[in-house]
């Protein structure tokens, strides 16, 4: 069983929606987990029947019990991230300002205030319409510790994957270089890169490969929308050489992406051209990189 992650150094790059086409290419051989957690999207594309799902539980949030509060103050004073509010005396715990740091717990006299689990989120394991199962999640609005959440994703995608004799985990990463992307990273036996011909595309790409090469994985690129900005698209191919990445496609710039998405379908089921056949070698070149490595 081998695990591929797609990642890329910014936002909208089509990062989704290509691993969303390798998710129906690969069929049943692949478990799919969507590590976006932050912004999880995945699931708009590939028919989830969320047939499991679990309360995600990950750092503390304080407590106050106000049948016993005193009303002295003292939490308030010293939380330094204004998390307890002073409402004509009653004491509030704002639950998205508290970190849970415990200090107003350690000088309440009456001991009055406890930190108990903050709920963090939802994860899921779906049947999807590929005749395979998707891991996946949603992080709870104002929450924290996705790296968390992105291990549970992905030790479940690796559990069941294995149960099943699944060929492939595909991961969906997160964009950027954040706790979420190394949690994504960690594990894997391949990486591909997706990025586009802008300035801020090459800067994000060099970034994010700075963090894949520290974990001395094998990584390919595909160019998404290689065609809006040949000169930028050069210097990325030239970066791709000098770093020893497979450079695996070029994506051109294509509308029927967006016509895919509004459908809810992946490129490759709604254009059977050359996004469609491009894809699939991708996919297979992937593959056979991945079925050479020990």
């Not at 478990?31 to 699931?43: E, L, T, Y």
């Not at 004491?91 to 300002?97: A, G, H, M, N």
């Not at 549970?152 to 964009?175: H, N, T, Y």
């Not at 036996?189 to 994000?204: A, C, M, R």
């Amino acid at each position: 069983m081998k695990e591929i992650v797609i990642i890329s150094g910014k936002g909208g790059t089509g990062k989704t929606s290509i691993t969303a086409a390798f998710s129906v290419l690969g069929g049943q051989d692949v478990v799919v987990a969507d590590c976006d957690v932050d912004a999880a999207d995945m699931h708009l594309l590939m028919q989830p029947d969320f047939d499991f799902s679990e309360d995600f539980y990950s750092g503390e949030t304080a407590y106050i019990d106000q049948s016993n509060c005193i009303r002295c103050g003292k939490c308030a004073e010293v939380c330094r991230f204004g998390a307890i509010q002073d409402k004509n005396k009653l004491f509030i715990v704002d639950p998205l300002s508290c970190e849970g740091c415990g200090y107003c717990a350690r000088i309440c006299p009456t001991n009055t205030i406890v930190n108990k689990e903050r709920l963090a989120g939802k994860w899921f394991i779906s049947n999807i319409k590929t005749g395979s199962i998707m891991v996946h999640a949603r992080l709870g609005i104002g929450a924290d510790n996705s790296g968390k959440l992105v291990a549970k994703v992905k030790d479940e995608a690796k559990e069941i994957a294995l149960e099943e004799r699944k060929d492939f985990i595909l991961v969906d990463g997160s964009p950027g270089v954040g706790c979420p992307v190394v949690s994504s990273l960690s594990g894997a036996n391949f990486v591909v890169l997706v990025t586009e011909p802008s300035v801020s595309g090459l800067h994000d790409l060099k970034r994010v490969y700075e963090l894949v090469k520290k974990f001395n994985i094998k990584a390919g690129c595909i160019i998404n929308k290689a065609d809006i900005n040949p000169v930028k698209c050069a210097e990325i191919k030239l970066f791709l050489e000098e770093e020893d990445i497979l450079h695996l496609t070029d994506l051109p710039y294509d509308e029927n992406f967006t016509n895919a998405m509004t459908e809810g379908l992946t490129i490759v089921e709604f254009d059977h051209g050359l996004l469609k056949a491009l894809l699939t070698d991708s996919w297979e070149k992937i593959k056979q990189v991945v079925s050479s490595k020990k």
